[in-house]
């Protein structure tokens, strides 16, 4: 109409869409404490990784065992972005993937994934989010392997599970099979921590003996 006032076109209302497979509190947290057990064990840390990393990983521990899974991914987060400092230059594949470096704020234009529709945007990060976990349980088992660690015996269902995967796309059996793995990897592996702490000692010089 002439004269009328120029309007920009009204944006769609974005409607959250729920993930394909819901996960529990306890799940999330799991399923990045797990891989950072066996991220902290690298060599590249020659037996004893910093404090401020073990510290992080030891207060989500404890809070995953008190059941308090909220501290427990705070903590998470927190040991996400002191792996992705600058100062651990070798920190190596596939476990690199749990790093969350901070971000530098960018128009949200500037993301590849910004027009997608919301289910779409949603069903993409799901599936990235499943390999990553898939690479991170490949990750431990060559870790495991090459350190006597009992574990192999989950490679052919973590196999199904990526061509689950690959062909049907995220679903509840494939999230299974990954729980079932990082289950067995906390009661199998060696606490960092505990590691950690014994490290000096055994290196430490004997402590002067008194006068008798």
Do not use: C
Not at 182 to 207: H, K
């Amino acid at each position: 109409m002439p004269g009328a006032p120029n309007r920009p076109p009204e944006k769609p209302v974005e409607v959250p869409v729920a993930p394909p497979v819901p996960e529990t509190p306890a799940q999330r947290a799991l399923r990045r404490l797990a891989p950072s057990r066996v991220a902290l064990l690298l060599e590249i840390w020659k037996g004893s990784p910093s404090p401020e990393l073990t510290v992080p990983y030891a207060r989500a521990e404890a809070a995953f065992a008190a059941g308090d899974y909220e501290d427990a991914v705070s903590a998470l987060d927190l040991l996400s972005i002191r792996f992705a400092e600058p100062r651990w230059p070798s920190f190596p594949e596939p476990f690199r993937r749990l790093r969350v470096a901070i971000p530098t704020p960018v128009p949200p234009h500037w993301d590849p994934e910004h027009g997608l529709a919301p289910g779409e945007r949603e069903a993409r990060r799901a599936h990235r989010a499943a390999e990553d976990q898939l690479a991170l349980a490949d990750g431990t088992l060559a870790w495991a392997a090459a350190h006597g660690v009992e574990i192999g015996e989950f490679a052919p269902r973590l196999a199904a599970a990526r061509t689950e995967l690959g062909t049907s796309g995220v679903s509840v059996a494939v999230y299974e099979a990954i729980d079932a793995f990082w289950r067995a990897v906390r009661e199998r592996l060696p606490d960092p921590v505990g590691r950690a702490r014994a490290a000096p000692s055994a290196t430490a010089a004997p402590e002067p003996v008194g006068d008798a």
